[in-house]
């Protein structure tokens, strides 16, 4: 790759960003179509989200991605949002328009895409899903289960306030849908929630690298049911692990990833993002 004067800069801001597989993914989708771009990691702390906002300003970076724990927090600092990441209440790209910032959220669309890709789910009217988390990634999900129409949604997470006010949040938008929250501590709500699912979604820290695995009764889960699991480092968390030993169908976040870096290089660059060179780039991680 040749720097010059006039290469343009990418990056991802998050803290921490040492998991983070978006930079050789991306640096691999500039290099296979010759842009003169280059994709970096910037480690960004809470305290300094708004002036690291304005660098992309005074820097002219051309795009930057969000992930943990800024996705809620930058959309204050930018000037406009798509209806997605309206909607949803969180950005993970940021685009730079002459110095005007527009936020979107390709997470919605990245998680659609792959649990069609890889568990084959298009039809989501008799969808009961259990989903693990209130974050960033949860809001996502939880947009791209709701405009697919799924039936019953029941948010689980280890703070249980921060699951009702998600779920009343959707709520407010998606009156038709049955929406829940539960603790994650109680194993006995828990059990039950899963025994009334057929899909459950990991969209919470637990199992990433660092962080301890998520412990929930899975056995409760019914015979043949989906489990997703977005935490993608380790590429095999336990909870994929344990779903195959009891014979779910499961998937980990790596295709999420890999749909949501296509969605986000399309909508800074305007060209066809090249999949399966994006998709070796993240093997090789
Ligand atoms: P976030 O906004 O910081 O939210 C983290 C969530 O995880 C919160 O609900 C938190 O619960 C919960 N949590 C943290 N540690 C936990 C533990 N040990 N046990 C149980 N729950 C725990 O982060 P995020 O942006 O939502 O990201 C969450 C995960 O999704 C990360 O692993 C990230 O890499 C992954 N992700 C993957 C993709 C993909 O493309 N595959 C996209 C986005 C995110 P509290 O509310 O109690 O703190």
Redesign the pocket.
């Known amino acids: 790759m040749d720097i010059s004067s006039s290469t343009k800069l990418y990056g991802i801001f998050g803290h921490p960003i040492g ?1 983070s597989f978006s930079p050789p993914m991306h640096n691999a989708a500039f290099q296979k179509l010759g842009l003169n771009c280059v994709y970096l990691a910037f480690d960004i702390l809470p305290q300094n989200l708004s002036a690291a906002v304005n660098s992309i300003r005074q820097l002219n970076i051309q795009g930057i991605n969000v ?3 800024h ?1 809620q927090d930058i959309i204050n600092c930018l000037d406009e949002i798509s209806d997605e990441a309206k909607y949803t209440g969180a950005v993970n790209t940021v685009k730079n328009n002459d110095g005007k910032l527009f936020g979107h959220n390709t ?1 919605v669309g ?1 998680f659609l895409k792959d649990l069609e890709v890889e568990l084959g789910i298009r039809e989501f009217s008799e969808i009961s899903a259990c989903l693990i ?6 809001r996502a999900v939880l947009s791209g289960l709701c405009i697919s129409g799924t039936k019953k949604i029941t948010i689980i ?3 249980k306030i ?1 699951a009702l006010e998600l779920a009343n949040y959707f709520l407010k938008r998606f009156s038709s849908i049955e929406i829940n929250s539960a603790d ?1 501590k109680d194993h006995s709500e828990i059990k039950k929630c899963l025994e009334n699912s057929n899909l459950l979604i990991n ?4 199992g ?1 690298i660092g ?2 695995p ?1 412990n929930i009764p899975l056995e409760s889960l019914p015979k043949n049911s989906c489990v997703y699991d ?3 480092n380790p590429k095999e968390t336990e909870l994929i692990k344990q779903a195959k030993s009891l014979g779910h169908r499961s998937a980990p ?1 790596l295709g ?2 890999l749909y ?1 870096g296509a969605e986000s290089f399309e909508y800074w660059t305007n060209k066809k993002a090249p999949i399966d060179v994006m998709k070796k780039a993240l093997g090789n991680n």
């Open positions: 998991h992930t943990i724990p996705k997470d990245g988390g209130a974050g960033g990634a949860a997470n280890r703070t921060k994650l969209s919470s820290s637990a990433m962080h301890d998520l977005l935490v993608y976040g999420m990833l949501q």
